[in-house]
Each structure stands twice: as structure tokens, then as C-alpha cells.
């Protein structure tokens, strides 16, 4: 359902990444590891449609991804479920029921988002993604401020995603305890130096 | 989009969603510029319909550095833009929000403010109609300044030096058709020129911004 | 061989290197024989003295100011459509340029009507448009140098160039609804009975080509070191990286 051939990303002008080449099909889990910096985020945002891609091709329908970054797109002064509820009409749903009791917000519904800790934030961020009702998920480093038990309730989201035929790509550096994961390394793939007094570098 | 419309507008009336801080620099500047200029009547009724005008221009701008910059940090504009939301209806809506909610109020205000500025009896149905007509074109093109300026740090001052400049026809046609109308003369011209520049900002400047967004978020 | 062959930045520095010498010498020709001329062959006017002869620098930065800012939409056009950088920061080196033609021809629009109105600065439409131009451009540069991407700095001035050309424009209509002024009407054109005569117009020519000439090369210059910046700047952040 994702495909991607020979793609090369860029950040701020700079060429981080080339040759990329993988093919994501339905059940599909790709964890993107590699060191701070070395462009998982970039490529994310690119798949995503952020950004455009320097070099190559993604094949896939725009339709089928959502994303989720780095800040959640969370309104401190509404509560759990009208920030849901936006993300669930945006994308044309009303049910937002089965993502709050995914996620294990159930008690916290009614409560202001400006009054949720870090990871209970991230936990609204994450249940956005099944409110969308997308089948691919991009997600940058989803885990991030979550205790155990909330990682174990993501896996077990992410895991009932795969059951359905969706599929996700995640950037994260722990293990998110999911054998059927598949691993990539982006180190490979770092862009090598442009030659030597290329003068169109700066014009890329 | 009436949802995104909805939450906007719940954002703004809920605490620290500003709304009424245009309002209240509205009415500050129509207190402050009889101060100014000293009491005497003719020449505020003269000078009424420019800082009326002037006024609600300012008050337009004080708030539109907000439309695009606090989704944006928080990462809501992101997600917008990978949803099936076109951005140039989320432009609009945005900019039908800030006019709700900046723009509608300060038309209400106006016949008030008018009073204290001894504004002529024949102004203020002109005032009315050429404030409800010209704000939302103070809106749009706000937008537009806010969707180019949004990832900037500074991004506020240099939202009012690329905005206020294309405020002048509207400003222009605006305080004329009071003026007029104020002195029984002809005010329909400036005000359908008004309207025009309202209806042709409504067609094309979603599609700028837009643009302006999309290359932000880059 | 296709003109956008010269959208290379490779290729326009070449050619901008053998085209410099000429272009220059020739604003610099032109200039000196029209001022001159101007200035000493001319005879005072029976009405405005000698103070007539602030013509030849009022006249041409005033049609610079404007032509400059066409120039810009033509470049942001390019930029936008084709993706030439060349254009892109072709348009970003004529801005200040532009400004600076605006300036000129306010400050001698003011002293050429202290005079002759009495007064330094009126309200008049065309004094007014060129003020409002004048803001416009300062919007632009501003826009510029805010934004870090050179890339999406150049896609959102494009964009603000265009929308402010269509601003720009209503305000002078605008402007002229506003108040129907004191300027006299245009010096120079093909059609009109009343302009300047002859005596005056010759010189006017030159120096409205030599004004010309001259922002051409201003701009090549000014291109050609923005061409250079954008190098330094790959090279510092390929230098930063470590790649």
C-alpha cells in the first residue's frame, strides 16, 4: 500500500538522505531506527506529503495516511473529547468512543487538556491516529514520555491496527515489544558529500 | 470545516482566547484621540469617520498573529494539512473565525464609539454598512499576512508591515463612504468599491495563503 | 539554445562577468551625458527657474521605482512556475534597489515642490502612491531577510510580490478616488499634446536610459553576490555537518 523507490530527502537545503527504497504492504509494521539526526523525522514528513521529496518516487494513496509528530496539535483549553471530537469530524467521523477507551481515557474525558500530565497527553496525541481512520500511520517517536503500562496499551493499539490490514511506520529508538516489527536501519543511506565544487549544490 | 469553524470560535471565548481584546483597543483608541486633539465637537465629527476606520484597522490587526501561529507551534496545522481539510478552506474558515470573532463585534461597537466622537447623525448608517462590508476583507488579507509570517520569531512585526499597506484601499473607500455619507453626499461609489475589494479578497486570497501555508510548513 | 539556459546559475555568472564591463560603462555614459546636458545645456524655465532642472533625477528614479517592482513580479512569476533560482534572487537584489529609486524620487519630488507649491509634502495622489510603493517594498525586503530558508523565503516573497502587485495597484486607484491632487500631469509621453518641450525632453530621454542601464547593472551586481551568498552558505552548513 506504501512504496518507495530510490527517494532522497532534504533539511534545510542539505541532502540527508538517498536511495531510500522500501515497500510496505497491508499488516505491515516498519520501525525506522538510526541516530539523532539522520533524517527520520525528515522522512516521515516527507511520506506524509509535508515536505516534497528531492529525488525519486512514494507510491501510495495520500488518502490512506495520517501522521503523527513531535507536538500532538493538542488545545490546552478544550477537553479530551472535543479535541478528539475535532480530529473525528475533520476526517469526516462521529465515533470517538473505541479511540478514548484504546487509549484508556476514559476517565479523563471530560477533563481540560491544559490539566493532563506530558503522558497523558501523548495518549490523547496517539488516539488521535484512530479517529482518522486512516490505514497508514507515520508516527515520530510516538513513545516519548509514556510510562510502561501506556507503552504496553500503544503496542496493543498499534497491534489491533495491523489485525485490521492497516499498516504503520514508526521512528522510535525502544523496543516497542512487537516481534513481527520490521527493522530499518537509515544509517546506509546517509548522502554522501557532494563533489567537490559542484557550483549548482546550493541550488539543488 | 464547520467543525474546525466550531472550534475556533470555542477557543476564542474560552479563557485567554483573547476575544474582546480588540474590542476594548477599539474603544481606547476613540477615548484617546478626543483627549488628544482637545473637545471640540466639529472637528471630531470631522475627523470621526478616518479614526473609526483607522481605529477598527488596528483592532483587526492586533489579533491576527494568533490565526495561524498557535496551531502551527502545537503541530495542529501538520496534521491539517495531511487531513482530507484543503487548506485554503481551512484559510477561510480561519479567516471567517477571526472575523466572528474581531470583526463582527467591532461593526456592533461602532454606532457607539460614533457618539463619542460626535460622528454626524447621517454617518452612522454608513458606518455600519461600510464596516460590515470592508472587515472582512481586513480579515482575509490579515490571513494572508499571518499564513506568510507564521514560522517566523518575530513574526508579528513584520505581519503589520506586510498587512497594513494593502489595508489602504479599504481603508481608503472605507472612511470615504462614512465621510460622505456623513455629509449627505454621495457614499454608495465607495462603498461597492468596498464591497468589491471584500468579495474579491474572498476569491482569491484563500488560494495565496494557502500557498504562503504550504510553503511554511516545509 | 533557449533563453532559460541563462537561469543557470553557472551559466548567468559567466555571462553576467562579460556583460558587466559593458553594461556598466555604458550606465556610466549615458548618466554623465544626460545629467550634463541637462544640467548646463539647458535654458532655465521662464516659471520654475532653475529648480526645473531636478527633472532629470525625479523623473527616471520615479519610473525606476515602478519598473523595478514589475521587474520583481516578472522575476517571482519565473520563480514560482519554473523554479529558476537565478530569478528568484534576481527579484530579491532589485527590491532594495527599487526602494532606494522611491526614495530618490520622493526626496527630489519635495524639493522640486517646495517651490513650486509652497510646501515639502502634500497629500497629492501621485506622492501618496509612491509612499505607499515606498511601504510596499519595505514589506517585501522585510519578508526577505526574516525568513532563514532561502528557499521558502523566495517561495513566500513570490507569493507576497504578486498579491502585493494587485494591492498595490488598487491603492493607486484608490488613492486617486481619495484626492485629485496638484502634481502636473505626465512630463513625458507618445500621445499627449502637453508635455515638456523639446529642449528639455532630449536630455530627459538620455537620462531615463542611463537610469535604466543603471539598474541593470545594479541588479546583475547585486544578483551576482546574492548567487555568492547562497555558495557560502551551502558550503558553511556542508562545513557544519561535517559531510
Known amino acids: ?204 | ?218 | 539554445m533557449s533563453i532559460w539556459e541563462y537561469a543557470n546559475p553557472k551559466k548567468f555568472m559567466q555571462t553576467s562577468t562579460l556583460a558587466l564591463p559593458w553594461v556598466s560603462g555604458l550606465a556610466v555614459v549615458l548618466l554623465v551625458a544626460g545629467l550634463v546636458w541637462g544640467f548646463f545645456f539647458t535654458p532655465e524655465d521662464y516659471k520654475q527657474g532653475s529648480t526645473v532642472k531636478i527633472i532629470y533625477l525625479h523623473v527616471p528614479s520615479a519610473m525606476m521605482a515602478v519598473s523595478a517592482w514589475f521587474m520583481m513580479l516578472v522575476g517571482s512569476l519565473i520563480w514560482l512556475i519554473r523554479r529558476h533560482h537565478v530569478s528568484a534572487l534576481a527579484a530579491k537584489a532589485a527590491a532594495p534597489v527599487g526602494l532606494t529609486f522611491t526614495v530618490i524620487g520622493l526626496v527630489t519630488g519635495a524639493i522640486w515642490g517646495q517651490p513650486m507649491w509652497g510646501t515639502w509634502w502634500a497629500w497629492d495622489p501621485r506622492l501618496t502612491s509612491f509612499l505607499i510603493l515606498g511601504l510596499f517594498y519595505l514589506g517585501y525586503i522585510a519578508l526577505w531577510s526574516a525568513v532563514e530558508d532561502a528557499d521558502t523565503a523566495a517561495d513566500l516573497t513570490s507569493v507576497l510580490c504578486i498579491v502585493g502587485s494587485v494591492f498595490a495597484f488598487l491603492s493607486r486607484y484608490a488613492v486617486l478616488f481619495w484626492n485629485q491632487g496638484l502634481h502636473q500631469g505626465a512630463s513625458l509621453s507618445v500621445d499627449s499634446e502637453q508635455h515638456v518641450s523639446d529642449v528639455y525632453a532630449f536630455p530627459l530621454w538620455i537620462c531615463i536610459a542611463g537610469f535604466l542601464v543603471l539598474f541593470v547593472t545594479l541588479v546583475l551586481l547585486r544578483t551576482r553576490t546574492e548567487i555568492r551568498s547562497r555558495r557560502i552558505m551551502a558550503l558553511m552548513a556542508r562545513e557544519r555537518t561535517g559531510a
Open chain 1, 1 to 204: 500500500m506504501l512504496q518507495v523507490h530510490d527517494l532522497a530527502v532534504s533539511r534545510g537545503g542539505l541532502t540527508v538522505l538517498e536511495g531510500l527504497g522500501f515497500a510496505l504492504r497491508p499488516s505491515d509494521l516498519l520501525v525506522l531506527r538510526g541516530p539523532n539526526g539522520v533524517g527520520k523525522t525528515t522522512v516521515l514528513r516527507t511520506l506524509a506529503g509535508l515536505q516534497p521529496a528531492l529525488r525519486g518516487q512514494i507510491l501510495a494513496n495520500p488518502d490512506q495516511i495520517t501522521y503523527s509528530g513531535h507536538a500532538d496539535g493538542i488545545k490546552a483549553t478544550l477537553t479530551v473529547g472535543e479535541n478528539l471530537g475535532f480530529w473525528a469530524a475533520v476526517h469526516g467521523h462521529s465515533a470517538i468512543d473505541p479511540a478514548i477507551s484504546a487509549m484508556n481515557l476514559t476517565a479523563l474525558r471530560a477533563r481540560r487538556a491544559a490539566d493532563l500530565s506530558a503522558g497523558q497527553k501523548r495518549r490523547l496525541g496517539l488516539a488521535r491516529l484512530l479517529v482518522t481512520g486512516r490505514k497508514i500511520w507515520l508516527m515520530d517517536e510516538p513513545t516519548v514520555s509514556l510510562d510502561a503500562a501506556s507503552v504496553a496499551l500503544f503496542g496493543a493499539m498499534l497491534r489491533g491496527h495491523l489485525a485490521q490490514g492497516g499498516a504503520a511506520i514508526v521512528a522510535t529508538h525502544i523496543d516497542l515489544g512487537l516481534p513481527e516489527a520490521r527493522m530499518l536501519d537509515l544509517t546506509p543511506f546517509k548522502a554522501a558529500a557532494t563533489r567537490q565544487g559542484a557550483f549548482d549544490e546550493a541550488f539543488a
Open chain 2, 1 to 218: 470545516m464547520i467543525a474546525l469553524l466550531q472550534r475556533d470560535l470555542r477557543l476564542a471565548f474560552r479563557a485567554g482566547g483573547g476575544f474582546g481584546l480588540g474590542l476594548a483597543f477599539f474603544l481606547m483608541v476613540a477615548v484617546l484621540v478626543p483627549l488628544g486633539v482637545g473637545p471640540e465637537g466639529a472637528l471630531l465629527a470631522r475627523i470621526a469617520p478616518g479614526i473609526l476606520w483607522v481605529g477598527a484597522l488596528l483592532a483587526c490587526l492586533l489579533s491576527l498573529d494568533r490565526m495561524f501561529a498557535l496551531d502551527f507551534e502545537d503541530g495542529a496545522l501538520d496534521l491539517m494539512a495531511v487531513s482530507p481539510l484543503p487548506l485554503e478552506g481551512v484559510v477561510a474558515m480561519k479567516a471567517l473565525a477571526h472575523w466572528l470573532v474581531t470583526g463582527l463585534p467591532l461593526v456592533l461597537i461602532a454606532p457607539v464609539l460614533g457618539l463619542l466622537l460626535s460622528l454626524a447623525p447621517g454617518g452612522y448608517f454608513w458606518l455600519l454598512a461600510s464596516l460590515f462590508l470592508g472587515t472582512p476583507a481586513l480579515s482575509l488579507i490579515g490571513g494572508f499576512g499571518a499564513a506568510l509570517t507564521v514560522g517566523l520569531k518575530r513574526g508579528g512585526l513584520i505581519l503589520s508591515l506586510i498587512v497594513l499597506p494593502m489595508y489602504v484601499p479599504s481603508l481608503i473607500f472605507g472612511a470615504e463612504a462614512v465621510r460622505r455619507g456623513a455629509v449627505g453626499g454621495d457614499a454608495v461609489v465607495p462603498l461597492l468599491l468596498l464591497a468589491a475589494i471584500s468579495l474579491g479578497s474572498v476569491a482569491i486570497l484563500p488560494f495565496a495563503a494557502a500557498a504562503a501555508l504550504r510553503a511554511n510548513l516545509k
